[in-house]
């Protein structure tokens, strides 16, 4: 047991060794997640902050710039041109001079002022569904406060139902916010299992392994030995992404850190699972690489990172069970933004320690036959 | 003289090694001149520049100095020119495995824009010559490795070159193929006049050259007709009898360290002997009567070498706990081994035997089954059929305890280039279980036994070739095995190096560890207690050298080499074959 141990040790120092005291593969291991954080950090977000639009205001009343002054007020929506004709419409949405464009008809101001119900209409630009969808949602919330700030100022009644809505562990929806929790697992996942199945082929091709197998390395030492600095190096990268995601973004952490490394180590420990799945069945460094960016890219779509998965067709949502992402990514948010404890967490840890358990035995049973 | 069709003056090329900016120097100030209609031989162990010089030719590689004029043209200048005008048979032949040998014939003769009326004169005569007509079908890729390479000669042939430059075509060619190609080569000299410039590492074949240009680490030790370099050891080479109950192995060792002996190699149950002065008549030497023999073009080329090179010191190593004297029984027992790929039969019911403390050779060229038989033995590969057990066990199925008793050195360099020389051997202590002060202790002797002490920090990767391999025997004596595994330790190495190996496994082997070694050099075989000759996955022949060489008594009753008599087996065993088929 103890020379077990002891072997082991040395395999997971040399390991460490090898990735450490090569400078380009150091760069390669710290440099890509830290940029990719800041990359996602800002530039992946669903957050509108500029809405070009245009107006073809045949009102031309008071009312009417009431409420275009109350769009032009919230500092979101920009005002790109003033139509005469609809026919222009067409020309800015096309070229994209503008998200939406905001029709107010002829009566508006007379149906206002008679206390019936008048109609806008709004265009948007349907191509990107998402961004549009934002939009119209501001744009509506926009309508809404012009409705009641109208009723008030008229002394009519309020509308007799209104929402008000308060998001929690993200009060003002920040896409960010639950982006770079996400991006803990996500970004060290493609690397662990990398460097975990790129490790065994590189000694494969190298002629190394074989050396290593006439030592008295048993097989699962090996396993042990190769998945060791692989799961050490996956987490380091993940608390690079947490460092930046609190101290960068300034994202406040709620949950425990015991927790959130708990959850991580059998995340990483399921990737290597994995990469040791893929080592085993490559037989060379080029191989190892494509096989991972194959299973890398279903992961990452399926993970819940940026598509709800109850979302997805059904069958597909069987498939995100045995994605080790989903899970780290529930769970990294989850102890991130609401400070979930390990009780509750206990439905994405015990799929975690089962993808692990299976893959390494797998992974140990076609070693063994090699 | 002919007219020259290559004159090189005062070559120079220097590349830099990646990562540590230190320089190689392949070429340092080298002269060569290529007389028209006749072979030219580079001579020399691996690094010496040989394919440095050739690539100059073929105008792959410019020249850091001198001058360089093939066909009167400069090629570094106007590559393609002499590229249009000349053969080059690179030593990896660009043959495309999935085509067969017809489909790539065509290929390269429409690569050479070879037109039809052309084809069909050209092609009999290359079928006949390399006798492939049978094949013409077959995938390249399922070639025997000398076919492929006689394949490779008649795609550098389809268009008539006015000059054939071939880069060490015989390199891992079995000695049969090797003869077949040596034919084909002196054919296309004689008959078709034809110049030729061949490399090689094969010392003998240097003999069968006009002219030959012996390179050492970039720079020409002689450029002159062979028999002038064999002539340099003329009245110096004698043979010694050991006498009988001694071992010519062991002769050969001590004598290797008289300073007054240039070389000394065991052959045919002799030693063979270069002596730095003329050899007196009915001189005693060690005190055995020393016979004079004619000299050789390899006694010529040593006696050359041991001007730029001393003998490496140190290879006599003592290791601290050696193995404990013979227990009865052999050390690895094969009986009936089979190892099947698919429909291919690597290894064919192979069955030998090795005792304690005994040099066992497994010879045979590339893709006789050697090494698979070997990485069954280390248990990397299951077999598919038969038993056998190394040092009572099969080490593929049987623990940890078994392998910690093997060692093993593999083909290629196989230790992590990356890491240095002390944590190479760190790592390998480690994995050997080797702890404490009995792991420094063993990491100092590697180190010290070796030679490696002023590398320990420098990374294995960046070693020079023959430390490389130093290192690799070290790690895999740090833990004191019982059994050695040595995979074609010699291939490539220079023959001083080659010697100082064979020291230090004579000296294990004396210390009673067992050596197992294979190895496609036929006169290492002479090293060797016992041997067995493989070929075609199977055991043609086994038994002591002596044996092994009485299959081919030479017609005049001199003693056969060790060459010939695996030629006569081979080829009595596929002429058999060939019989026994309806």
């Not at chain 2, 073009?297 to 290879?315: S, Y």
């Not at chain 2, 050697?370 to 033995?377: D, S």
């Not at chain 2, 059929?385 to 199925?397: E, I, K, N, Q, T």
């Amino acid at each position: 047991m103890l020379e077990s141990l002891l072997r082991v040790i040395a395999l997971t120092r040399k390991e460490l060794l090898a990735v450490l005291k090569d400078r380009r593969a150091r760069n390669s291991l710290l440099l890509p997640p830290i940029l990719q954080c800041l990359l996602f950090g800002y530039a992946a977000t669903y957050d509108l902050n500029h809405v070009p639009y245009v107006v073809l205001d045949r009102s031309q009343s008071i009312a009417s710039q009431a409420l275009l002054s109350s769009f032009d007020g919230t500092g979101l929506f920009e005002r790109v041109a003033n139509l005469r004709r609809q026919r222009q419409v067409r020309d800015y949405i096309d070229d994209r001079r503008a998200l939406l464009a905001i029709e107010i008809p002829d009566d508006f101001a007379r149906r206002l002022e008679a206390g019936k119900g008048a109609d806008v209409q709004i265009i948007a630009d349907g191509r990107n569904s998402n961004t549009a969808g934002t939009a119209l949602g501001y744009a509506q919330s926009v309508v809404n406060a012009f409705n009641s700030d109208w009723r008030a100022r008229h002394g009519l009644p309020g509308p007799p139902v209104t929402v008000e809505a308060r998001a929690w562990y993200n009060p003002n929806l920040m896409t960010r916010w639950d982006m770079l929790p996400g991006l803990i697992g996500t970004l060290t996942m493609l690397q662990t299992l990398m460097l975990t199945a790129m490790s065994v082929a590189r000694e494969r091709e190298e002629g190394t392994f074989d050396q290593l197998l006439v030592t008295p390395f048993r097989p699962p030492e090996i396993m042990a030995g190769k998945a060791l600095p692989s799961m050490l190096i996956g987490i380091v990268q993940a608390t690079g992404v947490l460092l930046i995601a609190q101290l960068w973004f300034r994202v406040p952490f709620q949950g425990s850190f015991l927790t959130l490394y708990a959850g991580l180590t059998l995340f990483v420990l399921a990737a290597v699972g994995i990469g040791l799945v893929v080592s085993a069945l490559c037989q060379n460094m080029q191989q190892a690489m494509l096989f991972s960016f194959i299973l890398i890219m279903p992961f990452a779509l399926l993970s819940g990172l940026t598509t709800p998965i109850s979302n997805m067709p059904r069958s597909l949502q069987y498939f995100t069970l045995v994605n080790p992402l989903r899970y780290a990514i529930d769970i990294a948010q989850r102890v991130y933004l609401e400070g979930a404890g390990a009780g509750v967490l206990m439905p994405d840890l015990w799929p975690l320690a089962a993808i692990a358990a299976v893959t390494l035995a797998g992974a140990s049973w076609m070693f063994r036959r090699l | 003289m002919a007219a020259s069709l290559v004159t090189g003056k005062d070559l120079r090329k220097v590349f830099r090694a990646p990562g540590n900016g230190g320089e190689v120097r392949a070429l340092d100030g080298v002269s060569i001149e290529v007389c028209a209609g006749e072979l030219t031989a580079l001579v020399g162990p691996d690094g010496a520049g040989k394919t440095t010089l050739i690539r100059l030719m073929a105008g792959l590689l410019a020249a850091d100095a001198g001058s360089l004029r093939v066909l009167g043209i400069d090629p570094a200048i106007e590559p393609q020119r002499v590229q249009d005008r000349i053969g080059y048979m690179p030593q990896k032949f660009g043959l495309y495995e999935d085509l067969s040998v017809q489909e790539n014939l065509d290929l390269y003769a429409d690569l050479h824009g070879v037109c039809p009326q052309e084809r069909r004169q050209r092609y009999p005569q290359l079928m006949e010559m390399t006798d492939l007509g049978r094949f013409t079908g077959r995938l390249a890729g399922q070639l025997s490795g000398g076919m492929k390479q006689k394949l490779g000669l008649a795609c550098t042939l389809v268009r008539s070159p006015e000059l054939l430059l071939l880069d060490e075509p015989t390199v891992g060619v079995d000695p049969l193929s090797r003869r077949e190609l040596w034919v084909i080569v002196e054919h296309l000299v004689r008959e078709e006049g034809l110049t030729v410039l061949t490399s090689t590492s094969y010392l003998d074949e240097a003999e069968k050259a006009a002219r030959v240009l012996v390179l050492h680490e970039g720079r020409a030790l002689a450029q002159s007709e062979p028999a002038q370099v064999t002539r340099i050891a003329a009245g110096r080479s004698v043979v010694l009898d050991p006498g009988p109950g001694n071992s010519a192995r062991s002769l050969q060792a001590r004598l290797l360290d008289d300073p007054e002996v240039i070389d000394a190699v065991p052959d045919g149950g002799l030693v063979r002997l270069v002596r730095a002065a003329q050899a007196q008549p009915g001189e005693t030497i060690a005190g055995l009567s020393a016979t004079p023999v004619e000299p050789r073009f390899e006694d010529g080329f040593m006696v050359l070498l041991r001007g730029r090179a001393a003998h490496e010191a140190g290879v006599d190593i003592r290791l601290q706990r050696p193995p404990a004297p013979a227990e009865a029984g052999a050390a690895v027992e094969v009986r009936d081994l089979v190892k099947r790929f698919g429909e291919f039969t690597a290894v064919n019911h192979v069955s030998f035997e090795v005792r304690r403390g005994e040099i066992f050779g497994l010879l045979g060229p590339n893709g006789a089954g050697k090494t698979t038989t070997f990485r069954m033995l280390c248990g990397l590969l299951p077999p598919s059929g038969g038993m056998l057990r190394v040092a009572g066990v099969d080490v593929g199925s049987a623990g940890a305890a078994a392998r910690a008793r093997l060692g093993y050195v593999a083909q290629k360099f196989s230790l992590y280039g990356a890491l240095t020389v002390r944590e190479n051997l760190e790592f390998f202590a480690s994995a050997y279980g080797l702890r404490g002060a009995m792991r420094r202790e063993r990491i100092d002797w590697a180190l010290r036994q070796f030679d490696l002490g002023a590398h320990g920090r420098t990374a294995s990767g960046q070693l020079p070739g023959g430390f490389k391999q130093r290192l690799a025997m070290g790690a895999a004596l740090l833990h004191e095995p019982e059994i050695l595994f040595l995979d074609e330790p010699t291939s490539g190495a220079d023959p001083l190096a080659r010697r100082a190996f064979w020291r230090r496994i004579t000296t294990l082997a004396e210390q009673g560890v067992t050596v197992i070694v294979t190895t496609h050099f036929m006169q290492e075989a002479e090293y060797c207690d016992r041997i067995a000759i493989m070929d075609g996955g199977q055991v043609l022949a086994q038994g002591s050298p002596a044996q092994i060489r009485r299959h081919a008594l030479a017609a005049d009753g001199r003693q056969a080499s060790m060459e010939s008599a695996f030629i006569a087996v081979v080829e009595a065993a596929r002429a058999g074959e060939a019989a026994a088929r309806p």
